[in-house]
């Protein structure tokens, strides 16, 4: 059953068939050779997958996103970064991971942070004849600190599969959301030294204060968002809400870069995103019922067990089947299906399942910078203009810095677990 799962699900995606779709296929194939075909089970599944109150957060987060991108709010991040770093050696990539840093605070979603960050520093950092590959590459691995600094979409599907807390695993990726600025910046660091970009005049204090006043508002929205979780005023689901309102008003009223004939399309950019994301899960859910029916758990951790000696071989083994998996699938199905196949072995080994999910996230994020499917590469390549393969050559160097704070975080749980503790 575990071969007919793998030839089900991967024939059907290298056919280009819709990721969501083909997990519905696999689903009716092992439903067909276990001779219980039922299209009344199946369309259960992918009821019960999207009918999940903490989901709601999703489309909420991607609404404000869409606000954030459309009313100038992210613009006025940028601004204010350029204004605090532009300075410095190389200064725009730096201001490129802080301002993904402030984005992360409210997107939760590494193609919007690249998206929104990318097009307007891409462009620029052109002008400024920085090398293409590398500053492109850059903006692309500092889009993926969207999913691990809360809040984060991905950390909501594996919070909503493994039954933990969503909260918890927000405030467990604050840390290695930071860890991997901080590589990123030492890598860019070693860069500028040796192409010996020239530097930009500094801010004056005059223009310091013009753009932190003018991105004042801007900035307080991820405070409040993180606030709130932290000291349990609001939920998740209800900072998303409290974000697409509070990002609404300032866009509207106070920024005035939106006007009501601009909900429409903010709306059904941000339905698109939601819907391929909603029929992702039903699908997984599916697909995870009919796992779970045929035993494939079982199998997989008893293979695994006669592999790994002891926990740490267990983790070693899992990042790397979970760095395969992201080449080839995408962060939400990834989490999706391997959750309830992953975290039974996990938890058999004594390990915190809050732990096992930040690194989980983590690691399937580096898949979106990974050909074939990395969707941020994408992105990228459209805002650049490079192929997949100069990109990737460019963020090559970015990507095995991320993978050494993979490992760190993986062999050094108080990383992830230190933020938790004051939380019940």
Not at 117 to 127: E, Q
Not at 171 to 179: D, E, M, R, V, W
Not at 233 to 261: C, G, Q, R, S
Not at 395 to 416: K, N
Request: proline fraction near 5%; hydrophobic fraction near 55%; charged fraction near 10%.
């Amino acid at each position: 059953m575990i071969t007919v799962f793998l030839l089900s699900l991967f024939g059907l995606i290298l056919l280009n068939v819709p990721i969501s779709l083909a997990l519905i296929g696999t689903a009716g194939v092992m439903m067909y050779l276990t001779g219980g075909f039922s299209a009344q089970i199946l369309t259960q599944g992918l009821v019960r997958g999207i009918d999940n109150f903490p989901l709601l957060a999703i489309p909420f987060f991607m609404i404000a996103g869409e606000i954030m991108n459309q009313g100038g709010i992210s613009r006025r991040i940028v601004r204010f970064a350029h204004v605090l770093v532009g300075h410095i050696s190389g200064g725009i990539g730096y201001v490129g991971i802080l301002s993904s840093m402030v984005f992360a605070g409210v997107s939760g979603s590494a193609i919007a942070d690249t998206a929104a960050v990318g097009s307007v520093l891409v462009p620029v950092m052109n002008n400024h004849g920085y090398d293409t590959k590398r500053s492109t590459g850059l903006i692309c691995s500092a889009g993926c600190i969207g999913p691990i600094i809360p809040p984060s979409i991905p950390m909501i599907l594996y919070g909503v599969t493994a039954g933990v807390s969503i909260v918890k695993l927000f405030l467990g990726g604050i840390i290695p959301g930071i860890l991997i600025a901080v590589v990123l910046s030492i890598v860019w660091f070693f860069h500028t030294r040796r192409r010996n970009y020239k530097s930009e005049k500094r801010a004056t204090w005059k223009e310091l204060v013009s753009s932190t006043i003018d991105a004042f508002w801007a900035l307080l929205l991820p405070i409040i968002i993180l606030g709130g979780i932290v000291f349990g005023v609001v939920t998740p689901t209800e900072a998303a809400v409290i974000a697409v309102v509070y990002a609404f008003l300032i866009a509207m009223f106070v920024y005035h870069d939106i006007t009501i004939k601009d909900i429409p399309e903010i709306l059904v950019a941000s339905m698109k995103s939601t819907a391929s994301i909603m029929f992702v899960v039903g699908g997984a859910t599916a697909a995870a019922y009919m796992i779970t029916t045929v035993h494939i758990p079982e199998m997989l951790t008893g293979l695994i067990v006669s592999h790994a000696a002891n926990a740490y071989t267990l983790l070693f083994l899992i990042n790397i089947l979970l760095l395969l998996v992201g080449c080839v699938l995408d962060t939400a199905p990834a989490i999706l299906l391997l959750t309830p196949i992953l975290l039974p072995i996990v938890v058999q080994y004594g390990l915190n399942p809050i732990h096992f999910g930040v690194v989980m996230v983590m690691n399937l994020c580096l898949g979106l910078l990974t050909p074939p499917v990395g969707a941020v590469l994408y992105v990228g390549s459209g805002l650049s203009r490079l192929s997949i393969v100069q990109l990737t050559k460019g963020m090559l160097p970015f990507l095995l810095a991320m993978i050494g704070v993979l490992f760190a975080i993986t062999y050094f749980p108080d990383l992830v677990l230190v933020t938790t503790r004051y939380i019940k």
